[in-house]
């Protein structure tokens, strides 16, 4: 059975930094981005970033510059994939999602899902 299951989120204040974890099991993510979403109250889901198996990168341009992915290339599992977050600022508070799929941006194009953990960063 697959899981990813996310860690690390919390109550911080405007300026302040984040680790995101997220530990992906149940088989092989060799071939598989990993990437993390966000939602804040009352909006979509919006794509933060992601990171293919050779360390090619994406990012949201909201996060450019302050966020920074990053995974164990490994072909076992589990497999640990990492949001770093700097400078926080309050429109970064949401339920940020690690995901497991296709080297997107787009939502849909990923298969497997955690169940989210909440970050809310005070001004």
């Known amino acids: 059975q697959v899981q990813l299951v996310e860690s690390g989120g919390g109550l911080v204040q405007s300026g302040d930094s984040l680790r995101l974890s997220c530990v992906a099991s149940g088989r092989t993510f060799s071939n598989y981005a990993m990437g993390w979403f966000r939602q804040a109250p009352g909006k979509e889901r919006e794509f933060v970033a992601t990171?293919?198996?050779?360390?090619?990168?994406?990012?949201?341009d909201s996060v450019k510059g302050r966020f920074t992915i990053s995974r164990d290339n490994t072909k076992h599992t589990p497999v640990l994939h990492v949001l770093q977050m700097n400078s926080l600022k309050p429109e970064d508070t949401a339920v940020y999602y690690c995901?497991?799929?296709?080297?997107?941006?787009?939502?849909?194009?990923?298969?497997?899902w955690g169940q989210g953990t909440q970050v809310t960063v005070s001004s």
């Open positions: 990171i293919n198996w050779t360390g090619d990168t994406l990012y949201a």
């Open positions: 995901a497991s799929g296709l080297y997107s941006t787009i939502s849909r194009d990923y298969k497997y």
